[in-house]
């Protein structure tokens, strides 16, 4: 399965952090009301009209971004930043369940719950907790079950997907989608089908008040099948993602008729035939039929009279009448009698199913695939290439926007969840797209059909009429641009600009269509009269008179300015912030790191500010103009964009960014025409990004100990890794160097190992024999190493040295040393080697990493020069970590194998007796470097019994080589977990 379930360790994290809330619910109930109001999205619905809010449960809170709306990623970017949640953004929502946005609360309102429902609630969620993470509290978890699933507003649907939520890899979701799935796909394991039938299922459908004791069993049971059997799903995540996908691929099933049950048989040309036959198509049945095109080729008769005005029964009474005509003009055969379904007419011009309830009305009406087809070669043809088409418009909710479009000249549209829409090649990957964003399968139509037609139909010289409501037309204007995607603008970025020509407000004749973008350039009589409304007694003109510099023009271009020097030290210090910080910490850091004299940072500006700071200041606003930060971060915040985080910032760069966006502000305060300057051919991909959670995802490690290590790191500049074989050394130091610079840039990491005979020439510098006869002087890798890290300031450069102990370093550094400590660094220090009058020197950006493992008789006691100058930070076994999600634990239990956790059970009991016994000690403990990279696949007996006959076992022989009793004893338990003798 290619999906990732981003998702997870965001909602898991939030769990965590809500639970501390469960005394403190009033200041909850504030944090997420000013989370609303500072996004400027409406909050939901949490409490009976009128009524205060007094109390709120967790799963509600979860409750308000996993239903089907258009802004859960905008909400959770919110989250984050409320509560502290440091796991990344989700970046999809693949089997995330979703509530009906009218019953979003798993309380009843003031009046109709209990006293203690909302107690309850928090209750089970504690428990529920306890219990996935540690196995602790079953009866306590069942009892509180059966408590609340009795509840107002809540039952077996609803309370499974909030345990499903918070802990999605213990708790299975049992809604409607997987209900179905479990009983009605072939997959489903028989254990499975005959646990659900005998203990779960109450007239044919699952029991709604589910006893929490069997749901727990269940859960218990499907697990062990998907670990046993081989399924198209892996755990729950992805059997709830399958569940989705069978739902939607078993969709067309709920269509009737079906072909084999009814067709009119009317091909694509009969039906275009038809359409220019004004006897059969008169005005009311093009309008129906033109309606159903418009809003996505389905809807309901309801959802029809909500877009286009008409009581629904018209559009009924309509295609009843068209019908008939259709039959007496074509003789085309009616529906079977037995198969009509009291449909006698309408399946000439359509299929239909239940509206289900996600949907407004009973019966959705689908347009038969011909008629479809032969509707939109009307369009195509009714409309000379070179003419103009006609748009009516909403420029945000009841023209909210208006005033800002018209002054700016563009029209845009929102929809943030979909980037650029060029990207996408078809109005189904639009559509999937905004189904996956806001995980669910409803269709969309009127949103995808915007977003297409904006970018693909659309076209520079056709006219936008602009409403307000349903009520009123306020603008009129002329398209002046193809599809831009402007990344500088909070909202709404994709936009068009448009010359504004007429400006006023006008009354609507009659009721205009509710949609944010609709074509009606195939209603002439309509065409006319909005023209006529607004003054154009002929079309108006379109110009394009936009200056579009040339690539030429950009070169030759050079920028004097200062500020130019700050834009990759912004870029480079988020980078290594985790993507985003305060001002003050950019500024801080940017202070600390980049050469900036005490006489810069005395310097003032007119309004007493530091000129350094408010030109860091100032190139941080051109980086958010060109799209490299992200505007829509909270004030205060300076924050990656994804352009950001993947482009290379150069000066070249620099100076072309500034260029352009002088002349482009300088075009918006004179009013003229925007110019078009596209700099993407001079944008250079960086090395794929590595962050803190990159790391943190790869090593067995909490968060605090990895702040530690890059605390110690950033102001000792060197640090040794020591630790007992196995626990990952060499492992964790590439992947620390990539955290700290923030992506994988192995040009700037040199990698070597020490050895009893590696010298000061090898590492420094030293005449080496020549070709022929003679000798030259040769630098050493450090020494070119330090060379590469000094000519690239702003980055800084990692020196790894495995086995760093089995070198004298006396010896290999000489007289140098001491330039390798934190506050002998840079010129100012510089010293000339043996070999060189050149003064050499270490620079500041360059970082030493060195390993050394704890458990090698053969080394001598570390020297004390290396002592002094280096940290020690010492790496332990990870067999018994469980603080968090990326725990060994976690990677444990992720492997499902009984075997694996006798064996981790047994290494655990191992590394005790190590530890105790006094000829060895914690330093000869074994790691878990052993054991990692095993996937359920990999995971069979005979890998995990090579691994301890040649890795594990050898080690002990040395360990224990005069001590047969323990060697005898820990051979006999360690093959004891095969069950061997």
């Not at 930043?81 to 929502?93: L, R, S, T, W």
């Not at 699952?206 to 062990?224: E, H, I, P, R, T």
């Not at 011909?370 to 009714?382: F, H, I, P």
């Not at 890290?789 to 001491?818: Q, V």
């Amino acid at each position: 399965m290619d999906t990732h379930f981003t998702w997870i360790p965001f909602y898991m994290e939030l769990a965590d952090k809500l639970r501390a809330y469960a005394d403190d619910r009033s200041a909850l109930i504030q944090k997420v009301k000013a989370l609303f109001e500072r996004m400027d999205i409406k909050l939901p619905t949490l409490e009976s009209a009128g009524a205060e809010i007094t109390d709120i449960d967790p799963f509600t809170v979860f409750g308000l971004f996993n239903k089907s709306f258009n802004q859960r990623s905008t909400v959770l970017a919110g989250i984050a930043e409320e509560f502290g949640v440091q796991a990344p953004i989700p970046a999809d929502f693949y089997a995330i369940p979703v509530l009906n946005p009218m019953q979003a609360v798993f309380y009843g309102f003031i009046d109709d719950r209990g006293d203690q429902d909302i107690d309850n609630l928090w209750a089970l969620f504690s428990a529920a907790l306890d219990y996935a993470d540690h196995g602790e509290g079953k009866e306590h978890f069942s009892h509180l079950f059966n408590t609340v699933i009795r509840q107002t507003s809540v039952g077996l649907a609803k309370l499974t997907m909030g345990l499903f939520w918070v802990r999605p890899h213990t708790f299975v979701n049992l809604d409607g989608t997987n209900q179905n799935y479990l009983l009605a796909s072939p997959d489903t394991p028989p254990q499975v089908v005959s646990f659900i039938r005998q203990n779960m299922v109450k007239k044919k459908n699952f029991n709604k008040q589910l006893d929490g004791a069997v749901y727990l069993s269940f859960c218990d049971l499907f697990q062990d099948a998907i670990q046993q059997d081989e399924l198209p799903y892996q755990d729950f995540p992805s059997f709830s993602f399958c569940a989705w996908k069978y739902r939607k691929s078993h969709d067309e099933e709920e269509w009737f008729p079906s072909p084999e049950e009814y067709t009119p048989g009317l091909s694509v040309k009969n039906w275009r035939d038809l359409l220019a036959d004004t006897e059969v198509f008169d005005e009311k049945s093009m309008f129906v039929v033109q309606c159903l095109y418009d809003i996505g080729g389905q809807a309901t008769c309801k959802e029809l009279s909500r877009e286009y005005g008409e009581d629904p029964g018209f559009y009924n009474i309509v295609s009843t009448k068209l019908a008939k005509r259709i039959h007496r003009r074509t003789g085309c055969p009616l529906i079977q009698k037995e198969s009509s379904e009291n449909a006698k007419w309408w399946p000439i011009l359509y299929r239909g199913k239940d509206a289900g309830e996600e949907n407004a009305g009973v019966y959705i009406w689908r347009l038969r695939d011909e008629l479809k087809e032969a509707l939109e070669l009307l369009g195509q043809n009714k409309i000379n290439a070179d003419s103009p088409h006609y748009w009516i418009y909403a420029p945000g909710r009841n023209a909210s926007m208006w005033d800002e479009f018209y002054e700016k000249g563009i029209m845009a549209l929102g929809w943030h969840e979909i980037d650029d829409l060029r990207q996408y090649h078809s109005a189904e990957e639009i559509q999937n797209k905004l189904q996956q964003s806001n995980e669910t399968d409803k269709s969309y139509p009127n949103d995808t059909l915007a977003l297409w037609n904006f970018v693909n139909v659309m076209k520079p010289g056709d006219i936008v009429f602009c409403k307000k409501g349903s009520q009123f037309i306020v603008g009129c204007g002329v398209v002046e641009s193809d599809y831009e995607y402007d990344t500088t603008r909070d909202m709404y970025k994709h936009i068009r600009r448009v010359n504004w020509t007429k400006k006023g407000v006008w009354n609507h004749p009659g009721k205009a269509v509710l949609k944010t973008l609709t074509e009606i350039t195939f209603y002439p009589d309509y065409v006319q009269k909005l023209l006529k409304l607004v003054g154009f007694d002929e079309l108006p003109e379109f110009k394009n008179d936009a200056k579009i510099f040339t690539e030429d023009e950009i070169i030759e271009f050079k920028s004097d300015s200062k500020i130019k020097k700050w834009f990759s030290p912004i870029i480079e210090v988020l980078l290594k912030l985790n993507g985003e910080a305060r001002r003050t910490e950019v500024h801080e850091h940017i202070v600390k790191t980049y050469p900036i004299s005490d006489e810069e940072m005395q310097k003032k500006n007119k309004s007493g500010q530091s000129q350094v700071l408010n030109d860091i200041d100032w190139a941080r606003n051109y980086l958010n103009y060109e799209g490299f930060l992200d505007s829509n971060a909270p004030d205060g915040i300076w924050k990656l964009a994804d352009l950001g985080k993947t482009i290379m910032m150069t000066e070249d760069l620099a100076e072309k960014i500034i260029r352009k966006w002088v002349i482009i502000k300088a075009a918006e305060r004179k009013g003229e025409p925007i110019p078009t300057i596209d700099l993407t051919a001079f944008y250079t991909k960086r090395i794929k990004p590595y962050t803190q959670y990159d790391f943190l995802h790869d090593i067995y490690m909490p968060a605090a100990q990895y702040t530690t290590l890059t605390t110690l790191l950033r102001n000792k500049k060197n640090i040794i890794l020591q630790g007992a074989p196995g626990v990952g050394k060499t492992y964790t130091a590439r992947r620390l160097a990539w955290a700290m610079m923030g992506e994988k840039d192995d040009s700037r990491i040199e990698f070597i190992q020490f050895h009893q005979s590696y010298s000061y020439e090898d590492f420094i510098m030293g005449y080496r024999p020549k070709e022929g006869s003679g000798f030259t002087l040769h630098e050493g890798v450090f020494y070119r190493f330090c060379d590469v890290a000094r000519n690239d300031p702003n980055r800084d450069y990692f020196f790894i040295i495995d086995e760093i102990n089995r070198g004298n370093l006396s010896k290999i550094f000489g007289e140098l040393l001491m330039l390798i400590e934190a506050d002998k660094r840079g010129e100012a220090c510089a010293m000339k080697p043996v070999y060189s009058e050149k003064p050499f020197s270490v620079p500041k950006n360059l970082y030493i990493i060195g390993m050394m493992n704890t458990a090698d008789r053969s080394l001598a006691m570390i020297d004390y020069a290396l002592r002094r100058r280096f940290s020690f930070f010492e790496m332990e076994p990870a067999f018994g970590s469980a603080w968090a999600e990326n725990s060994f634990q976690s990677y444990c239990d992720g492997l499902q194998s009984e075997i694996f956790t006798r064996l981790i059970d047994q290494m655990r009991l191992l590394n005790d007796a190590i530890e105790k016994d006094s000829s060895l000690g914690a330093g000869f403990c074994i790691g878990h470097s052993y054991f990692c990279n095993l996937t359920p696949d990999t995971c069979t007996e005979e890998h995990l019994r090579s691994i301890v006959e040649y890795d594990i076992l050898p080690l002990l022989r040395e360990y224990w080589f005069d001590d047969k009793s323990s060697l005898d004893t820990w051979e006999k338990n360690l093959r004891g977990v095969f069950h061997d003798e």
